[in-house]
């Protein structure tokens, strides 16, 4: 039985499949509205998602699928002490396919152990979030055509960002692919996805501080937020962290095919005037998300149009 | 010191000296109700000193967790009084229950009965990552 706790467990033969049934279903979604039907998708949220909890939920109801579950962990059995373990196996009984989140590292891969039906992490703590990889390589794609011999900057908070190092993995996979790693000192890229993820497999990168010199040479460019308790030092938060506001000034300097994206949510990083810019993708990446979801759904439940 | 020959077990020869103990607890040793034999600081041309385990019977263990904890050690296989095999152990893919995740943040540091596991992914450098959190395994 296949589950997805970690955005490397898909091939890119998977990865593909996904995107064309992806584009499929933006082409034609009606074709979709019933491989789902009787079949019940269980949203187990330990901690709050509003968005990604509505996305799952929004891709199975348009795959005529019915949703069932929770949304904090305090209306579960969680809060009497039940092991993850034994709720995974529970739902099972009632759900053929469960989506969770929750706020310990490895979760959902305990769950998948005891589930008896796939499942799919939706977030465990700082960790893994494979299915906002999936929403990130649908826009890519969309909106450049391919992954090859692309330079995508990722900036912002490189050290912590869960979605950064699941993105950089996965991209590491295609041909010719650059990084460019925008992020002050204290934030770069982790040692370990230096050494075993960009050394491992040769892919060139560059580490800098100043965005606007890197925005005229990036195809793509992933912001994440500076969260300010990452630093010990107020004043260096106070130095950076309007460095790493993106405004429409600063993307002048930026090329016209340039595609902006964020994992969403912003605070601050992203000025709102740049959401009216052609090269603002991180809406559309919300909706690629659930076209993503929808995939996979029909991917490990195994059924089709 | 003399301790009598093996008519059919295992050596575990080239033990770190001092390391005796806790490879005795590691494979429940403890446990058996055949004869075993412990011996430290036995002088060795190579080592210097090691320590050496000697078990009294062919029974099955799992002596890949040597290669994680002690991988100079060698396990000699004994039968009718020769030695029939002599094994060099390697890394194992995957260490159960030997260390413990050090994460709080890890689902291992909560979850009910769920043993602590690691795999390795960097044989060259002996590099282990908790299967469920991904945080680096720190040596014994």
């Known amino acids: 039985m296949k589950h997805l706790i970690d955005i490397m467990e898909l091939s890119v033969d998977e990865i593909d499949a996904l995107i064309a049934t992806a584009e499929d279903i933006v082409a034609a979604p009606e074709k979709y509205a019933n491989v789902c039907r009787g079949k019940q998708l269980a949203t187990l949220f330990f901690e709050p998602s509003t968005r990604t909890r509505l996305s799952f939920e929004s891709a199975m109801l348009a795959l005529g699928g019915g949703v069932l579950g929770f949304s904090e962990a305090g209306s579960s059995s969680a809060a009497k002490g039940e092991s993850v373990a034994d709720t995974a196996r529970i739902v099972g009984c009632y759900a053929d396919i469960i989506a969770m989140r929750h706020p310990k590292e490895g979760a959902p891969r305990v769950a998948a152990r005891a589930a008896g039906v796939p499942v799919i992490n939706a977030g465990d703590g700082g960790h893994f979030h494979p299915t906002q990889t999936l929403a990130d390589l649908l826009t890519i794609r969309r909106e450049k055509g391919r992954f090859e011999n692309l330079t995508v900057g990722c900036c912002g908070d490189l050290k912590f960002g869960r979605t950064v190092h699941s993105l950089v993995s996965a991209m590491s996979r295609y041909a010719g692919v650059r990084f460019v790693f925008i992020s002050p000192e204290e934030l770069r890229v982790p040692d370990y996805v230096r050494s075993e993820v960009?050394?491992?497999?040769?892919v060139a990168y560059s580490e800098v501080l100043d965005l606007e010199k890197a925005l005229p040479g990036l195809d793509v460019l992933y912001m994440t937020r500076v969260q300010k308790e990452r630093f010990f030092n107020e004043a260096d938060y106070v130095r950076?962290?309007?460095?790493?506001?993106?405004?429409?000034?600063?993307?002048?300097?930026a090329g016209p095919e340039l595609c902006v994206m964020h994992p969403l949510p912003r605070v601050n990083e992203i000025d709102v005037r740049v959401d009216e810019d052609?090269?603002?993708?991180?809406?559309?990446?919300?909706?690629?998300?659930?076209?993503?979801?929808?995939?996979?759904?029909?991917?490990?439940?195994?059924?089709?149009? | 010191m003399i301790i009598g020959q093996l008519k059919d077990g295992y050596v575990l020869d080239h033990i770190t000296a001092g390391r005796g103990m806790e490879i005795y607890d590691l494979l429940g040793l403890g446990e058996l109700d055949c004869s075993v034999a412990m011996i430290k600081n036995?002088?060795?041309?190579?080592?210097?000193?090691?320590?050496?385990?000697?078990?009294?019977?062919l029974i099955d263990l799992d002596f890949s967790v040597l290669g994680y904890v002690d991988p100079g050690i060698t396990v000699d296989i004994i039968r009718d009084g020769k030695r029939v095999e002599k094994k060099r152990l390697t890394l194992p893919e995957?260490?159960?229950?030997?260390?413990?995740?050090?994460?709080?943040?890890?689902?291992?540091?909560t979850e009910q009965g769920l043993a602590h596991e690691f795999r390795l992914t960097d044989r060259e450098n002996q590099i282990y990552r908790c299967v469920y959190c991904d945080s680096l395994a720190r040596r014994r």
């Open chain 2, 42 to 57: 036995a002088e060795s041309p190579k080592m210097g000193l090691k320590d050496i385990i000697k078990i009294g019977r």
């Open chain 1, 198 to 202: 960009l050394d491992a497999k040769g």
């Open chain 2, 94 to 109: 995957r260490l159960y229950g030997v260390i413990r995740c050090r994460n709080p943040r890890c689902i291992s540091s």
């Open chain 1, 240 to 253: 950076l962290k309007d460095t790493y506001i993106l405004t429409p000034e600063k993307l002048r300097g």
């Open chain 1, 278 to 305: 052609p090269r603002a993708c991180y809406f559309k990446q919300v909706k690629n998300g659930k076209y993503m979801r929808m995939a996979l759904i029909m991917m490990l439940l195994g059924v089709g149009p």
